[in-house]
Structure formats: structure tokens, C-alpha cells
């Protein structure tokens, strides 16, 4: 195992985090204190509670995982097309780096930054509305699965994008939407019987709701099955990962 | 060096390569590159040569054949292979917004090296890039970026270094300061192979020279040797009468007339021949009565050689 390989990988990328400290951090907390703003305090305070929880204290969580997907996903695949981009990524193929050790610094990299802004977006959020979390250590749990599961879909998308669009265009098109239709602002019974069961396609659901779940002990979905689908959404980026650098795709010709 | 027989620190096999193109960038490369030594690896543009040094570093993988580096096939323990290899890319690919001190670093320990900041120090003072440490890669200028990317190659103490079109579009000054300090790491004992197409590269630098053309080996030759093989001697000699013919005396299938009979050229095989060649010729002038007005003497350049070699393809 090439741990000094992992330790610089890791260092530079927040390194590179440390840089671009108001892109990275700033602008999430921004973003997400205006949606506290307008959904939970302006609009918020106008909504009823939704099973026993005000509405402001309702959206924290979907919120947080909103800005976990975006930002996992962005920087992770970030990460790895800018070396591509740049052409510096001669160096980390030249290098004695195994697949899973680059996987590590990178992806490593990418989550911890997510984690650290999650918890500061959480921390946002208490200014704004009181809430109080009921399964801390599942909360945790789910904070840091959620990091790394996206910033590994992220890293494949770093792998497969050969413009800067695409690297865009997959947050913006289809994570954000999914997310804002995955029940961050509504609970899905709160849907026509219809459109509840179509929601239960769209994987954010489970994310969102089993998120939810850590902080007020309830939630649409049954937290089992949330956990089981956030795995197999991991497993599958797993393997997506191993098999590009086994065949090296877009990396080696 | 020269005593002691060769050891062969990179031994290259029936190696191939067809893109997915289709192009077959190499047919069947069989090279051994000596401990110790600067190998020069010539060639025109598209002849293979990037191709080589890919498959060697790890960045292109080869259809067929092996590769031994300092004792590790480069596919089956990639690990210990990689770490003896430092690469040096043709491309200037930075990381534009890091310093020179963070990047430099990072390759040491991308490479498996723990942190030693003296180690690093040394390459850089030893590059010229010390007082630049702090400096962000982004804003020095092309010559100094390629030091950092040596400075990244060596970080690590590889033992073979590759430098992949070292001096393409640098200026004279630092072209020199850059073969001397491939010179200086040859002292140390890394060996080096250096892909060019400066033919006056080759010549000024290398022990030993390959070329390659259309991907395959066409000539390895020690540069002495190679150019005491294929070097000639052109020796021009103005003459103050024109002749109708060359003199039977003076008959010598290497002798031929031009200019309107002003003008003997004598073209010598070899280097060694050449001022021998040209004594005699003049001596024999001389027993002839023909009196002469100019004597010009060309040696060919490696660059002779290789267009010859590589032109006489089809």
C-alpha cells in the first residue's frame, strides 16, 4: 500500500479546497442560508407542522443533503478532470498508484470537504431554526456514506466527462432536480397517491428521507431499506471505478 | 563505465503497440538501454518514440512484448518498476496555481517516498529553482516550468530518467543549462534516455543513440561508432583551370568532377579518413601539376546521418 501516495493525494486536493475557500465553502453556506430565508423562516412560518415538526426544522436535512450531493459530486469530479484537462495527470499514472489508492486521496479528498460543509451548513441551520438531532450517531453515519458515495459518482464523472459542460450539466440537470423532488421540501405523503409512487423511483428519495430519519426519528421510507439502497448506489460506483482503472478508460490508451 | 561490460537497465522485448485507431505505433521494439548511460532515442514526429516512453512510464499500455525496469517488469510489478522511473513529459502540464515547493513535494510522495524536505531542497537548488519555491508554477516562464517538471521527475531518486523532447521550444542559454545538467545527474549515476528530434542534441549529449522510424528500431549504434560508420568527409577543391575530365592519375571512384570542371569533390567514408584523404588528394594535385585555389572540408553531422538513414526508407 502506497500510504505516502494517498497522504499527498488527500493534502493536495484540500489543498486545493484551502484555496478556493469562499467557491468551496462560502458559496454552499450562501446558497443554503437563502433557502432558510425564504422556505423557513419567510414561508416556513406559514405552513403547519409536518408530523409534529415545524416546517423550518423539516427541510434542514433535505437541505444539508442537497448541498451534500451538489458538492460531493462537483468536487470529486473536479478533482480528477482537472488533471486530466491540464494534462498533469501523466504524473498519477506514471506513479506506483494502485487504482484504490487514488481512489482513497480522491475520493478521500472530495468527502471530507462535503462532511466538513455539511456539518457547517448544519451548524447555519441552527441559526436560523432550533432543531435537535435524534440519532446523532446515525445522522454521522449518514453524512459520511452519502459524502463518499457521491463523491465516488463524482469521481466517475470526472473520468467521463471530456468538457467542462458535462462536468455541469449532471448536477444542474438531473442531482438537483432530483433532489428538490425528492421530498427536501414536502414530505411524499404529502403527494397524490400517483406521483408518491413515481417518487419512489428517484434514489434521492431514500437518501433524503433516511437522512431525515437520524434527526427526528421518522420518516416516509423505512430507514433498513434507505441504508440497503445508499450501499448499493456505493457498490455500484465501486465497481464502475475498479473496472475504469482495469481497462484504463479515459486514462490510459 | 567503460570497463566494466554493459548492464542493461531497461530491457524492452517484442514490444508493440496498435491504437484503437488501428495505426500501429510500434512493431515489435527490441531495446536495452545500458546502466549508466544517456541514450538518445531519434526520430521523426510520429515515429513511435512518445509511444515508447509511454509504454515504459506507464501511460500507454502495449499491445505485446515486455518490459524489464531495473529489475521489475513494468506490468507485473508496477509498483517497484514505477518508483525507479522519473518521466518528463514534452507537454508543459502544470498545475498552474501551486508553488513550486508544494508541487515538487507532492511528486515525492505520489512516487512512495516519505517527506524529507532536505531531499527536496537538493533537487531544487540543484535545478536553480530554489529562490522560486514559493512561487506559483502559473507564473514562471516556459524554461522554468520545465525545470519544475524535472524537479518533479527526480524528486523521487528515480534511477532512469526519461525526458520526453527536453529542450522543444527552449531557448539556446537554457538548452545548455539543461544538457548540463543531465550530465551532472549521469555523474550521479542516474541514467537517462532522452527522446529528440534536435539531432544536435543527440550529438552534443548521448553515449549511445536508437533510431526509430515508422515504429520500429532501425539503427542502435554507439555515437562514436555511428558516426565513424556513417560520417563522411566532403572535400571541395576549387581548382584554377577548369578540367574536361578527371586525370587518369587521379582516377578514384570516390573523386568527381562538378561546376564546369572548376570544382573536385572528394567524398571520404567514415571520420577518421578524412584529413588523411584530403593529403593525399593534395599531394597527388600536386605531382599532376593542377593548381588549386580553395580547400573546403565538410564533416556530416549526425543530422547527415539521420536524414540519410531515415530518407533511404520507404
Known amino acids: 500500500m502506497n500510504l505516502h501516495a494517498v497522504r499527498a493525494i488527500y493534502a493536495f486536493e484540500l489543498g486545493r479546497t484551502l484555496r478556493t475557500l469562499f467557491q468551496s465553502i462560502a458559496s454552499p453556506v450562501i446558497s443554503t442560508s437563502l433557502y432558510f430565508i425564504v422556505f423557513g423562516s419567510a414561508i416556513g412560518s406559514r405552513m403547519q407542522t409536518i408530523d409534529g415538526v415545524s416546517y423550518g426544522a423539516f427541510i434542514v436535512p433535505g437541505l444539508i443533503m442537497l448541498a451534500l450531493l451538489t458538492e460531493s459530486i462537483s468536487n470529486a469530479s473536479f478533482g480528477i478532470y482537472l488533471p486530466r484537462f491540464t494534462g498533469t495527470i501523466y504524473e498519477l499514472l506514471s506513479a506506483p498508484v494502485s487504482a484504490i489508492e487514488a481512489l482513497m486521496g480522491y475520493v478521500g479528498a472530495a468527502a471530507t470537504k462535503s462532511v466538513i460543509l455539511g456539518l457547517i451548513i448544519l451548524g447555519t441551520a441552527r441559526l436560523f431554526v432550533p432543531f435537535e438531532i435524534v440519532h446523532p450517531v446515525w445522522a454521522a453515519a449518514f453524512l459520511v456514506l452519502i459524502s463518499v458515495s457521491f463523491s465516488l459518482f463524482g469521481f466517475i464523472l470526472g473520468l467521463w466527462a471530456d468538457g467542462f459542460e458535462k462536468l455541469q450539466v449532471v448536477p444542474i440537470m438531473i442531482i438537483t432536480p432530483l433532489t428538490f423532488l425528492g421530498g427536501t421540501f414536502y414530505s411524499v405523503s404529502m403527494l397524490p397517491p400517483a406521483w408518491r409512487t413515481v417518487t419512489l423511483f428517484n434514489p434521492i428519495v431514500y437518501l433524503v428521507n433516511g437522512f431525515r430519519w437520524s434527526f427526528y426519528g421518522q420518516s416516509d421510507i423505512a430507514v433498513g431499506f434507505s441504508l440497503s439502497m445508499i450501499g448499493v448506489f456505493m457498490a455500484v460506483c465501486l465497481g464502475i471505478v475498479v473496472w475504469i482503472f482495469r481497462t484504463g478508460w479515459r486514462l490510459r490508451s | ?314
Open chain 2, 1 to 314: 563505465m567503460a570497463s566494466s561490460p554493459p548492464r542493461p537497465i531497461v530491457s524492452i522485448k517484442g514490444l508493440e503497440k496498435t491504437y484503437a485507431s488501428g495505426h500501429r505505433a510500434l512493431k515489435g521494439v527490441d531495446l536495452e538501454v545500458h546502466a549508466g548511460e544517456i541514450f538518445a532515442l531519434l526520430g521523426p514526429n510520429g515515429a513511435g518514440k512518445t509511444t515508447l516512453i509511454g509504454i515504459v512510464c506507464g501511460l500507454v499500455r502495449a499491445t505485446a512484448g515486455t518490459v524489464i525496469a531495473d529489475g521489475h517488469d513494468i506490468a507485473q510489478d508496477y509498483r517497484a518498476a514505477r518508483a525507479k522511473i522519473g518521466l518528463v513529459p514534452q507537454e508543459l502540464a502544470t498545475d498552474m496555481f501551486e508553488t513550486v515547493w508544494h508541487a515538487v513535494n507532492f511528486s515525492r510522495g505520489l512516487f512512495g517516498k516519505p517527506r524529507d524536505h532536505a531531499k527536496v531542497e537538493e533537487v531544487l537548488r540543484a535545478l536553480s529553482l530554489w529562490d522560486k519555491r514559493n512561487a506559483k508554477i502559473g507564473a514562471l516562464s516556459g524554461g522554468m516550468k520545465r525545470r519544475v517538471l524535472i524537479a518533479k521527475a527526480l524528486s523521487h531518486e528515480p534511477s532512469i530518467l526519461f525526458l520526453d523532447e527536453p529542450t522543444a521550444g527552449v531557448d539556446v542559454e537554457l538548452r545548455r543549462d539543461m544538457w548540463d545538467m543531465v550530465r551532472r545527474l549521469r555523474e550521479q549515476g542516474v541514467t537517462i534516455i532522452l527522446t529528440t528530434h534536435y539531432i544536435e542534441e543527440a550529438e552534443e549529449m548521448a553515449d549511445r543513440i536508437g533510431v526509430i522510424d515508422q515504429g520500429e528500431i532501425i539503427l542502435i549504434e554507439e555515437k562514436h561508432a555511428l558516426m565513424e560508420k556513417l560520417g563522411r568527409t566532403r572535400i571541395t577543391i576549387g581548382l584554377k583551370e577548369p578540367l574536361a575530365a578527371i586525370p587518369p592519375m587521379l582516377a578514384d571512384e570516390r573523386l568527381a568532377l562538378a561546376g564546369d570542371g572548376r570544382t573536385l569533390v572528394l567524398t571520404l567514408m567514415g571520420e577518421g579518413e578524412g584529413a588523411q584523404g584530403a593529403a593525399d588528394l593534395i599531394k597527388r594535385l600536386g605531382a599532376e601539376g593542377i593548381d588549386f585555389t580553395t580547400i573546403d572540408t565538410v564533416k556530416s553531422s549526425l543530422e547527415d546521418i539521420f536524414v540519410d538513414l531515415v530518407g533511404k526508407r520507404p
